[in-house]
């Protein structure tokens, strides 16, 4: 079995920052892209950001110049560090990952999730 556990989340006051965490623990073997999605009340899942095992990285529009995603490979841990935020970045935050499991196989993983509140 795989797990993600994040962490990071909270409230901040717009123009603030918050960096998120998240770890993958298990029967590892490799992990594949990781990446960063979010929902606010009464919307769809979005994708956030994501980075590749090489470190390539792709943003959503919406964040581009104030999020950045990075990955610690040793650590099997991801991050997303989010300055400059504002009202509209307020969600709950959730990691997610591809892995192939000495278990399992491979497979997708989500993580529980962290809520980001950005108000005043």
């Known amino acids: 079995q795989v797990q993600l556990v994040e962490s990071g989340g909270g409230l901040v006051q717009p123009g603030g920052s918050l960096r998120l965490s998240c770890a993958a623990s298990?029967?590892?073997?490799?992990?594949?892209?990781m990446g960063w999605y979010r929902q606010a009340p009464g919307k769809q899942r979005e994708l956030v950001a994501v980075i590749t095992s090489g470190g390539s990285t792709n943003y959503a529009d919406s964040v581009k110049g104030r999020f950045t995603i990075s990955r610690d490979n040793a650590k099997n841990t991801v991050y997303l560090q989010m300055n400059s935020l504002k009202p509209e970045d307020t969600a709950v935050y959730y990691c997610n990952t591809e892995v192939l499991s000495v278990a399992v196989g491979r497979g997708d993983y989500w993580g529980q999730g962290t809520q980001v509140t950005v108000s005043a």
């Open positions: 298990g029967s590892i073997f490799t992990i594949y892209a």
